[in-house]
Structures are given as structure tokens and as C-alpha cells.
């Protein structure tokens, strides 16, 4: 089994979101191998929840307001070193587009 890797702390992410670069933070609380945090966007703040990290591979689930509907974002990830993550964001949806991401620590 490998370590989990250490992502606690907060995260500068952009988001390509269909050719636009849309600047997020992640601000991940890490215990072990789970987690959870804060999602802050300029379209506002979402939460974090159900966090596992297994190796280097990253699972969440963001959940934010989305003109007042609900919106559960599926994060899945790859921290490529302790500075570096790299991922997709995908959404249930109808008309969500996948979103890769890529972050460093700030």
C-alpha cells in the first residue's frame, strides 16, 4: 500500500472551462487518507466532502449553488508531486461539461 499523499492546505486550481481559464481555490483539511475543504470560486463557495486519498490518486465530491440548484461536481485527481495536481472535474449534469483542472500549492 502506498502513503497518502499530503495535500492538506490550500490549493490554487484552474479550471479549463470550455477554453476559458477559471481560477478556484481548494482548501483541503487532511486526516489520514480522507479529507475535506472548502471550494472557492468567482460563481461562489462550495464544500468539499467525502475525501479519500489512496496513493497519489485524489476522490471528492464538491457540492455548490448553482442559481439555486444544487450541484455535486465530482473530483477525481492525480498529485503528480507535493506541489502538483492534475485532474477532471464531471458532473451528472444535464449539459455539464467534463472540466480538467490543474493546481499547486499555494
Known sequence: NLPSAQIDGKWNIIIDFQGQQLPVSFE???TDSSFSGVFESPLG????TEGNVSGNKVKGII???LQGQQVDVLLNANVE????IKGLLTSQMEGFPDLPFTGNKS
Open 81 to 84: 508531486n507535493e506541489t502538483s
Open 63 to 65: 457540492s455548490f449553488d
Open 28 to 30: 483541503i483539511n487532511q
Open 45 to 48: 463557495q462550495g464544500k468539499i
